[in-house]
């Protein structure tokens, strides 16, 4: 079956770069999401990418694919303390249910 | 206004207890999700229902049953409450369940169920 894995953990100063990682297991095509949960929040959707797709920008956030590897990460630029929250990792599953595989998500702290 | 609401946000009850947790979407979507974050912030499917028809019931206990009495509502039931039910569960909605196309999940804001 399908799994998607993250780093735990990330930490940044403010104005730094962060980069947050994922691995997926699937190889089908199929669609890519990053969420973010700011606590006591849902879930927001940030961006997304088709996996035949290389990269995608969208102002600060910077999709990159590696189908080859199966590794999709985020890089958020200038990251701001608002940044700080869990960013999930999702892979929409192949059986046409509409189901969400989720990472384990990955805690950003941003240190002023 | 808001475009995946749930209620309560917040239910503390006691084991044993039943208790409905609702959730509305006002986004036109056909389909309707529910998914379980436990204290380890992992988010599980737990069902997922399209145009009022249930989809998948992911290795669910029968104490849980949905309820979707038209395509914009989602309703969570739950008997006997356990202490292991105790988690945050959300609801979510998208256009439809297809894989071929981007039908991105909108999520509410969680309601978090703590059982005593």
């Known amino acids: 079956g399908e799994d998607v894995e993250q780093s735990l953990f990330l930490s940044v100063r403010e104005g730094d770069s962060s980069v947050i990682n994922c691995t997926y297991t699937?190889?089908?095509?199929?669609?890519l999401y990053w969420y973010k949960q700011e606590p006591g929040a849902g879930l927001q959707l940030l961006t997304y990418?088709?996996?035949?797709?290389d990269m995608k920008q969208d102002q600060r956030l910077t999709v990159l694919l590696n189908k080859k590897d199966k590794h999709l990460s985020l890089r958020i630029a200038d990251t701001q303390t608002g940044d700080s929250a869990i960013y999930f990792c999702?892979?929409?599953?192949?059986?046409?249910?509409?189901?969400?595989?989720f990472g384990q998500g990955t805690t950003l702290q941003v240190k002023p | 206004d808001t475009a995946v609401s749930q209620t309560p946000k917040y239910l503390v009850t006691q084991m044993g207890n039943d208790k409905s947790i609702k959730c509305e979407q006002n986004?036109?979507?056909?389909?309707m999700y529910w998914y379980k974050q436990d204290s380890k912030k992992f988010l599980k499917i737990m069902f997922s229902?399209?145009?009022?028809?249930?989809?998948i019931n992911e290795t669910v206990p029968n104490r849980f049953s949905p309820k979707s009495p038209d395509k914009a509502h989602l309703n969570l039931h739950i008997n006997s409450l356990e202490l292991g039910d105790s988690a945050v569960y959300f609801c979510?909605?998208?256009?439809?369940?297809?894989?071929?196309?981007?039908?991105?999940?909108?999520f509410g804001q969680g309601t978090r169920l703590t059982v005593v």
């Open positions: 979510a909605s998208s256009t439809s369940l297809s894989v071929t196309m981007n039908t991105e999940a909108f």
């Open positions: 699937d190889s089908s095509s199929t669609y």
């Open positions: 990418i088709f996996s035949n797709m």
């Open positions: 999702a892979e929409k599953d192949l059986s046409n249910t509409g189901k969400l595989i």
């Open positions: 986004l036109g979507h056909d389909t």
């Open positions: 229902y399209n145009n009022k028809e249930l989809i």
